[in-house]
């Protein structure tokens, strides 16, 4: 049996049928029981009417007459209906009830108990059970403690009463097992097209249990994913196209070294050696932007001096570096990777006046940020948001600055690592202004 709701459901149908066969068979045991201490207590009681009767009742050789009157009485005083034969089997006498009942013909013989009195003859009273009397009167003595009343199913009708109950839950269960795993076979099928190559294939996420909480989790992952092959795609077609220039001017260069003139051989080794370093960063950046996408979280959280920071690598490349002495929490290698971008950045677009400003934000929240700013021809506002956009660069500036377009999209991802954002802003009296915002330490 392959099919899960087929499993399922058998497994609830036969606990079912488990129960239902432990309690008919507990409670007809039960029953048993009740009804042998029930027949025990009434031979009991016969036994002692017998007694009583031997001793009351008029002798065998007193008048019919004499007899039925006295056994009247006696089925009067133990609301019992009763009959009495001579020690031959012929019948003395009988009560109303007894006759009104029909329990005088030789089919009911198996409804009676006889009574054999010691002169010989024989009283019948109704059997255990035998025996029902008008509603409103109270049962006799000996039928006090019959364990079935009225309208209880024997045998028969319990197992049928048992049978139709185990029907109406089987057949109860059947529609809300298949729902659910109907749920699991369209996640089922929502994988295996997701694995076949459909990332944008999704599966419904109905209902608060814990098949729509696998359905949100699939999601999840499937978006992440896809958001993560989407970008390693873009990111190889882009790279692949960034690596020809470079190296299409080494093989020029190698080409054109042999035969070049002592007094330009320098110049081609300086190109050489600009193309290499190109390269390296560009293989150094796509590296690391694909080692952040694959990341779902930092690996290292320690204390960071954004202030230090800053200072050490403005000093790189001849800018200034002031402010608050701020920290933050998080990886040191990166964040000095995001700021060492900024200022590079700057330096190559915004000219000389390159400046950093660390500062604490006033509020609740214990947010830092960092200013990064030039007094370069600015950035367009159409073009704040798409400059941190793997291999985005600005018109015109691959001609006259060189860069691979990576720096600005690896400050954005590492500031996201760090849970905090950058922006691009005007800065007054021209010039921009690259933000970093981070959570405070």
Not at 78 to 98: K, V
Not at 401 to 407: N, R, S
Request: positive net charge; glycine residues 10%.
């Amino acid at each position: 049996m392959r099919s899960l709701y087929l499993r399922i459901y058998v497994t609830v149908v036969a606990a079912l049928a488990l129960f239902a066969l432990v309690a008919g068979g507990l409670m007809q045991h039960q029953l048993g029981e009740q009804r042998a201490q029930a027949e025990s207590a009434a031979r009991e009681r016969v036994e002692a009417w017998a007694e009583l009767l031997q001793r009351e009742l008029p002798p065998a050789a007193a008048a019919p007459a004499e007899q039925e009157q006295a056994l009247r009485d006696w089925a009067q005083r133990l609301r019992l209906p009763m009959a009495l034969d001579d020690a031959s089997g012929r019948r003395i006498a009988a009560t109303e009830s007894f006759l009104r009942r029909s329990l005088d013909r030789p089919e009911m013989e198996p409804r009676l108990r006889s009574i054999r009195l010691d002169d010989g003859r024989t009283l019948w009273v109704p059997r255990l059970g035998a025996w029902r009397g008008p509603p409103g009167t109270p049962r006799p003595g000996l039928n006090q403690r019959w364990p079935q009343p009225r309208g209880w199913p024997d045998g028969a009708g319990l197992a049928a009463l048992l049978a139709g109950l185990f029907l109406a839950v089987a057949g109860g269960v059947w529609p809300v097992v298949r729902r659910l795993t109907r749920r699991l076979e369209a996640l089922k099928q929502g994988v295996e097209s997701f694995g076949a190559g459909a990332l944008h294939q999704r599966v419904a996420e109905d209902g608060r249990d814990e098949v729509a909480a696998l359905g949100a989790s699939f999601n999840r992952a499937a978006a992440r994913i896809e958001a993560l092959l989407r970008s390693h795609q873009s990111l190889l077609a882009n790279a692949s196209h960034e690596l020809r220039s470079p190296l299409a001017r080494l093989k020029m260069a190698l080409a054109m070294i042999e035969e070049a003139p002592p007094a330009q051989r320098a110049a081609l080794r300086k190109e050489i050696d600009t193309d290499i370093a190109e390269l390296d960063a560009l293989v150094g950046e796509v590296l690391l932007t694909s080692r952040l996408d694959a990341a779902a979280a930092l690996d290292v959280r320690e204390p960071v001096s954004l202030l230090a920071v800053a200072a050490e690598e403005a000093a790189r490349v001849g800018a200034t570096a002031l402010g608050d002495d701020v920290q933050v929490r998080g990886d040191e290698r990166l964040l000095r990777r995001a700021v060492r971008n900024l200022l590079e950045n700057a330096r190559r677009y915004g000219g000389a006046e390159v400046e950093a400003c660390a500062t604490r934000l006033p509020g609740p929240d214990g947010r830092v940020e960092l200013r990064v700013c030039d007094r370069g021809p600015g950035v367009p506002e159409a073009y704040r948001e798409r400059i941190f956009e793997a291999f985005f660069r600005l018109p015109g500036h691959a001609e006259r600055e060189g860069g691979v377009g990576l720096g600005l999209s690896l400050v954005r991802q590492i500031a996201e690592r760090h849970g905090g954002r950058v922006r691009c802003e005007p800065r007054a009296g021209g010039g921009s202004c690259f933000v970093l915002e981070l959570p405070a330490a």
